[in-house]
């Protein structure tokens, strides 16, 4: 029971002492800061004066850094029975900068290069003077330096004189900038089968440009984007290696990942039914990053047999070929679908985190499809053997602050796939889409996030009677709006199936609210409508809406959202539960 008590009444936090004096707001709370907080109050005056000696101290130093170079400062005890501990402040004339001074230790660096690293000290004579402010402007020059080339900038100790008779402080940088660097190409250390003639074509510089730590990233970031290595290490090579020519290699060490991985897993939906997945993934084939998938996957809807290799900058940095190859077989209440699937992208990196893809795509199989007929007012299935050739291009702008769980920025999405179809129909018509998602948080620290999402689809030039089932939109499940099944969205046949659509139109919002360090909590409305013409009905929208919650990993949040249909027909059921993982959108 005393245990319990103990535990279950946790003693209250409280100022080592007590701030006194005539302050300004914010110094007073800065000072409060660096005092710091201790376990419930003193029980003797002996404590008392030992807790105000430690915060004058504290304070002191405080004070020194923001510029009072002469403050009083009193600690004293107050009170007998209860003792608290005060720390009277009078901080003194703040003082301000002199002018910044920088001596060169040779050698010294050229004049451009000595003009930019000056420009970025950015402290003005008059400003008060402050030691963060000081500190951050001496690494500003070094940082400045080494991206003009100086790779070896350091800074030496530095001179500060504080003048009391004028109030001021004279920072004096002593800066060792050391030699130019102009690089070299690269050297490889790996036991690995990874080609160094490959790597070495990765680097965004050629022999004899002058260093920047920005394409020494870039070349890390292009082998770490193959995906196929456990570490990357990438740095300039040590002093010694300089060749005869003034040049200077950069070391990449490469450590890869297991040579081969396979894969299993199951899946179960209410609404898409059971899948397996077995795969077999084979990493750093010849030599150059490539890496081989195969295997199959059998599931109620979607079940297929192949494979895909991808090799990580074809002919260029950046770019991506990505071949494909499989046998499908696709079960949907609107469609059956069994075909052989080719495919052939070039997928290009523009920055960091957005790209363009371009390719072709040829499907050739049989399509069981279930229509409507404007002519007799009723449901229709048949039978089609086609050939579909499709020249594929999508964009991808990614401006948001993480992959899985952003808080802020915006995403763009827009793919446009003319096709080609051959067969017992012979068709012409282009298939476009384009989704936008942006978050803007509502607190400082994010706590509380508005999340949205636009999507709009668009067929033209082709019929809802001819243009193959798995190219027309459909609507509804977790990756679209919510509350209904896969395909529930659409209007259906007077037979309750799905009628594929030649336009799409859908938004979600969501309001996410952070729960303590782990947990969020999640409230979100979509909407959603498929049309027959290629511009977008808005008559039939259909909207969902639900909670979730999502408990937060270091790769990402798991999340579980359950959701109800607001406009439920016949076939649709009562409510939808959604477990993944990364945010919805």
């Known amino acids: 029971m005393a245990l319990w008590a103990v535990s279950g009444h946790p003693v209250a936090a409280e100022p080592r002492a007590q701030i006194r004096g005539d302050i300004d707001a914010e110094l007073r709370r800065e000072l409060e800061r660096a005092v710091g907080d201790v376990d419930g109050a003193p029980s003797t005056r002996f404590e008392a004066r030992r807790r105000a000696r430690t915060a004058m101290e504290s304070a002191e130093a405080l004070l020194r850094s923001e510029g ?46 000595e003009t930019v690293a000056i420009a970025d000290i950015s402290l003005k004579p008059g400003d008060p003077g402050r030691a963060a402010d000081i500190l951050a402007a001496e690494g500003r020059v070094v940082a400045g330096l080494t991206r003009e080339g100086y790779a070896d900038a350091k800074a ?42 490959w790597v070495a074509g990765l680097a965004p510089w050629k022999a004899g440009d002058r260093y920047d730590p920005e394409n020494v990233a870039e070349l890390e970031r292009r082998i770490l984007d193959t995906g196929v290595y456990d570490g990357v290490g ?47 993934t084979r990493y750093n084939r010849l030599g150059r990053a490539a890496t081989l998938k195969y295997g199959l996957r059998f599931a109620s809807i979607d079940s297929r047999l192949g494979g895909e290799a991808s090799l990580p900058h074809w002919g260029r940095p950046g770019r991506t070929l990505k071949l494909s190859s499989y046998l499908v077989r696709e079960r949907t209440d609107a469609y059956d679908r069994s075909a052989v699937a080719l495919a052939a992208d070039l997928t290009q990196r523009i920055g960091k985190t957005s790209f363009f893809t371009y390719g072709l795509g040829l499907d050739a199989g049989r399509y069981t499809e279930n229509r409507f007929d404007p002519i007799t007012q009723a449901p229709i299935t048949f039978d089609r053997d086609l050939a579909l050739l499709t020249a594929r291009s999508a964009a991808y702008m990614d401006r948001s602050n993480d992959p899985l769980n952003p808080t802020r920025g915006f995403r763009l999405y827009l793919s446009a796939q003319p096709t080609a179809v051959t067969g017992e129909d012979t068709i012409l018509f282009l298939r476009t889409e384009g989704q936008a998602t942006g978050y803007l948080p509502l607190q400082d620290g994010a706590r509380t996030v508005l ?97 979730g919650v999502r408990y937060k990993l270091p790769f990402g949040p798991v999340r579980a959202d359950i959701a109800v249909p607001l406009d439920r027909r016949e076939g649709d059921a009562n409510f939808q539960l959604y477990i993944s993982i990364g945010q919805a959108f």
Request: proline letters at 8%.
């Open 234 to 280: 990438v740095a300039l090579a040590p002093l010694d290696q300089v060749t005869p020519e003034g040049l200077r290699p950069v070391m990449v060490t490469l450590s890869d990942r297991p040579r081969s991985l396979l894969e299993a897993g199951a899946t179960y939906s209410t609404a898409e039914g059971a899948g397996v997945d077995v795969f077999q």
């Open 451 to 547: 999340a949205g999402r636009a999507r709009l689809g668009s067929i033209i030039g082709g019929q809802e009677l001819t243009v193959p089932s798995d190219r027309l939109f459909y609507s509804g499940g977790g990756g679209s709006v919510r509350g209904y099944s896969y395909q529930s969205i659409n209007p259906r046949l007077p037979n309750n199936k799905p009628r594929g659509g030649l336009s799409l139109f859908e938004t979600s919002i969501e309001v996410r609210h952070d729960i303590g360090e782990k947990f969020q909590a999640v409230a979100f409305v979509d909407s959603g409508a498929v049309g027959f013409l290629a511009t977008p009905n808005f008559n039939n929208m259909r909207y969902g809406a639900g909670v």
């Open 68 to 113: 009072y170079y002469q403050p009083t400062l009193q600690d004293d005890v107050e009170g007998e029975e209860k003792p608290v501990a005060v720390v009277t402040v009078t901080p003194g004339h703040r003082f301000e900068l002199g002018e910044t001074k920088v001596n060169w230790i040779a050698p010294v660096p050229d004049s451009v290069t």
């Open 156 to 197: 030496e100790p530095r001179r500060v004189v504080v003048d009391h008779a004028a109030f001021t402080v004279q920072p004096t940088f002593n800066i060792a900038s050391g030699a130019l660097v102009r690089l070299d190409g690269v050297q490889v250390r790996t036991r690995g089968p990874t080609n160094p003639e």
